[in-house]
């Protein structure tokens, strides 16, 4: 499994925008049956933001909930994120992440983009 990631960028505070993340390779459906995204700054492991199981099971981090909204196109192998009211504090590389269970973090990840929210 391959995932590639798109969006990310500098925004102003207050503003939005939206991540994508596209699945791509051989393999069964199952092995991404749950998407999401983290996030990891300079000294810390990678947090959850979000994630997203096929039957559109969502999970946020309570830092993101109200601003951010996770969903998925099933037909497409894509998850997207979009981050509304963007905050100094949301500046991180976001990482794309997909596995089979919600009970672990999946083994694929994206190669990660910088959002970076600053006046």
């Known amino acids: 499994v391959q995932l590639v990631e798109s969006g990310g960028g500098l925004v102003n505070p207050g503003e939005s925008m939206r991540l994508s993340c596209e699945a791509s390779?051989?393999?069964?459906?199952?092995?991404?049956?749950?998407m999401g995204w983290y996030i990891q700054t300079p000294g810390k492991q990678r947090e959850l933001v979000a994630s997203i199981t096929r039957e559109k099971i969502t999970d946020y981090a309570d830092s993101v909930k109200g601003r951010f909204i996770i969903s998925r196109d099933n037909g497409k192998n894509t998850v997207y994120l979009q981050m509304n009211n963007l905050k100094v504090e949301d500046t991180a590389v976001y990482f794309c992440?997909?596995?089979?269970?919600?009970?672990?973090?999946?083994?694929?990840w994206g190669q990660g983009t910088q959002v970076t929210v600053s006046s």
């Open positions: 992440n997909a596995g089979p269970s919600p009970d672990i973090i999946g083994p694929y």
């Open positions: 390779g051989s393999f069964f459906s199952t092995s991404i049956d749950v």
